[in-house]
């Protein structure tokens, strides 16, 4: 079954986020604390996928162009949208900072990264499903800790996780069919650097520091595609 990485990598969320939840009653300063600490860890994690860039200067111009579009759709906004509907619909008690805000955050740190691309791309090739279970334990203990202060919208962040990778798995035929292998280890190295750098915008609006609407970056990773297509074809 060449879906089984992806439905493996979303019970593990949902599993981690459920456990989460008994972590949820701790006191509101050390709450705050493990939020600050997740936050910088995040901002690692970051910026550790941002060396993986071999032409920062895709980086930037894909920032740049990505937040001009996602602003123009207001992407922010719809996303948050969603999850305060989705809040809405089901029955919780107000706990932290809701539903929405663990929902967005959760997908954009567990969609974003090489692994979601590589490990879908090796299920649907070739039935391994390796790469997406070591990614879906990795996720599974971040749900844990994000699921304990930003609430139980973290577990919902596993729908969007498995359309993401089961969309990429199941078209990944076509794709090794019409997009060569370096052009194709060029957009993940582009598009993990890209990412990165919006890991580190979410690491830095945990802790407070700032508040960047990175929904609206997200148009980003389309650019990387067409800038690193270009280059790939003309230099």
């Not at 060396?51 to 740049?64: A, M």
């Amino acid at each position: 079954m060449i879906l089984f990485g992806s439905i493996v990598n979303a019970c593990l969320i949902i599993i981690g986020a459920l456990l989460g939840r008994f972590l949820s009653n701790i006191p509101e300063q050390m709450k705050e604390t493990v939020m600050y600490g997740i936050g910088l860890a995040v901002a690692a994690i970051g910026i550790q996928m941002t060396f993986e860039s071999t032409q920062i200067l895709i980086v930037i111009i894909s920032i740049v162009i990505g937040a001009i579009i996602g602003e123009w759709m207001n992407l922010d906004d719809k996303i948050n949208g969603l999850g305060k509907w989705i809040e809405k619909k089901l029955p919780s008690k107000k706990e932290g900072p809701g539903i929405a805000q663990g929902f967005v955050t959760a997908t954009l740190i567990f969609v974003v990264g090489s692994m979601a691309i590589i490990g879908a791309i090796d299920s649907g090739l070739r039935n391994d499903h390796d790469v997406l279970i070591m990614k879906g334990i990795i996720d599974g203990f971040t749900s844990v800790i994000l699921s304990s202060t930003l609430g139980i919208g973290v577990m919902i962040a596993a729908v969007p996780v498995f359309l993401y990778q089961g969309l990429i798995t199941i078209f990944s035929t076509q794709i090794s069919r019409f997009v060569p292998d370096e052009l194709l280890q060029f957009f993940i190295s582009e598009m993990t650097a890209t990412g990165g750098l919006m890991i580190v915008g979410i690491g830095l609006n945990l802790i407070g520091i700032t508040k960047i609407r990175v929904a609206n970056l997200i148009p980003g990773i389309a650019v990387v595609a067409v800038i690193v297509s270009v280059v790939h074809f003309l230099f």
